[in-house]
């Protein structure tokens, strides 16, 4: 990107002539140990260093030094110190630094301000905007590119992964997502040419992170084999979990662990973590880490429950909801005068 904008790059982990005849080969997602961070994979393109340089070790993560977590967007405004972002320096930082001008829609980290820079516009991220919105940011994007205002432009669409994450990287719902987005990539090489622009701008397109489907009957089950009061901290659940033993509790943790022998699960002290990962060496990196073979499940909570599908029970009156409600999020419910087994049958649990 900085080859492509003229300027000179921050320190990275990049190498020059893996990417100076990319234009004719052959890129890939970021993290091709953990299929589950989509900060790592969007901001990590936009840094050029590995994750154990840039520190975004995982979208939750716990700050040791700072005593503070991180949950992907969730917990505003910690996210936003400033200690999260500024190990190393994002591409439109290092532009903005060599006089040119960045304009980013929609993409993660450009409202934060980074040594003392904000980007030169910047459209908050928001949850899942329709696939109609990326249709209006581009028309904006190439407003400014066409008056000369930006010399960079980054849009992101959260959509593909939302739906992956829900429905699999196999369903109905993704491939109409992907039609929805192949539609827009159309109108912004269109709209590029009806307006003179396609042999000015340089368009690169990137992904996060890969998917794979799992299943009720791949899951591994944390619960039942290490003893929660030896934890402070347990992060994340899916293809990967962070673990932050209590003092003096690493050894007996990763024992317990050990002991699972599960066949799908793999285990590291963060020492062991093997280097093509490039994540150990980050002190956010956690004490233990667990890897998920490829379409299986890491459970760190109770119990996983949803309803039946396809499932139906007679009328029932909304007396009895409240407890359903209380079920589901998890959380014990006050007295009340609904009646448990009235609703019950219409949960599954994965295990
Ligand atoms: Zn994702």
Known sequence: MCHLLGITPAPNNGTW?????MLVNWNSPNGDANGAMDLNG??????????????????????????????IWRNKPTIYNTYWWEDAEPVWITAMKQGKRAYMYRWCGCEVMIEGRNATYCKKY???PPISELGTDIDDAIRELKSNNADLVALYAEMSDFVGHSYGPNSKEIENVIVGFDKQFQHLMTSLATEG????????????????????????????????NDVDEILDSGSVVNIWPKQGKVDKVYQDLKRMKHPHLQVFKKQEIPERWHLKRHYRTPPI????????????????????????????ANVHVYQLMCHLLGIKPAPNNGTWSTVSSMLTSIY
Request: with cysteine; net charge negative.
């Open 17 to 21: 002539s893996t990417v100076s005849d």
């Open 42 to 71: 969007i901001i990590l393109t936009n840094l050029g260093v590995h994750c154990e340089n840039h520190g975004f070790v995982g979208n939750y993560m716990y700050d040791i030094k700072h005593k503070e977590k991180f949950l």
């Open 126 to 128: 928001v949850s899942l």
């Open 197 to 228: 622009l396609a042999d000015d701008v340089n368009v690169i397109i990137v992904s996060d992170h890969g998917m794979a489907e799992v299943s009720p009957s791949r899951v591994i089950n944390l619960t039942t084999d290490i003893n929660m």
């Open 289 to 316: 880490f667990l890897v998920a073979d490829v379409g299986w499940y890491i459970a760190t909570h109770p119990s996983l429950i949803h309803f039946k599908v396809n499932f139906g029970v007679r009328p029932f």
